[in-house]
Every structure is written in structure tokens, then in C-alpha cells.
């Protein structure tokens, strides 16, 4: 696996860590999962999507 494909799939996995924290806090749906747990899954989503996507465009260069 080349280093373009570990970096999209991580950034596919940051977006759904970020996604799924931002719908519990969102909605009420998700009771099951503590509020404490989705703050962690949104900010360590939207650490890993930041820190990805940085990785991403400096891939070209």
C-alpha cells in the first residue's frame, strides 16, 4: 500500500470519527454513548481530518 492510500484512508476514518461525535452531540438518537465520548470522537476527528488533509496536499510536492 503506498503512502497516498494509508493517507486517504485515514483521512476517510478522521471524517467519520468527526461525524459520528458531531451527530450524537447533535441529535438524541445515539443515547447509548456517553456525551463525553462524543466530544473525544469529534475533536480527535477533526485533529486526525486537519492533520491529514495537511498531509494530503503536501503529498504533490
Known amino acids: 500500500m503506498n503512502q497516498e492510500m494509508k493517507i486517504g484512508m485515514a483521512l476517510i476514518g478522521s471524517f467519520l470519527l468527526l461525524t ?3 451527530f450524537r452531540i447533535f441529535s438524541d438518537e445515539l443515547k447509548d454513548v456517553p456525551l463525553i465520548v462524543a466530544y473525544i470522537l469529534t475533536i480527535s476527528g477533526l485533529v486526525g481530518a486537519i492533520t491529514n488533509g ?3 496536499k503536501q503529498r504533490g510536492d
Open 20 to 22: 459520528v461525535g458531531l
Open 54 to 56: 495537511w498531509k494530503w
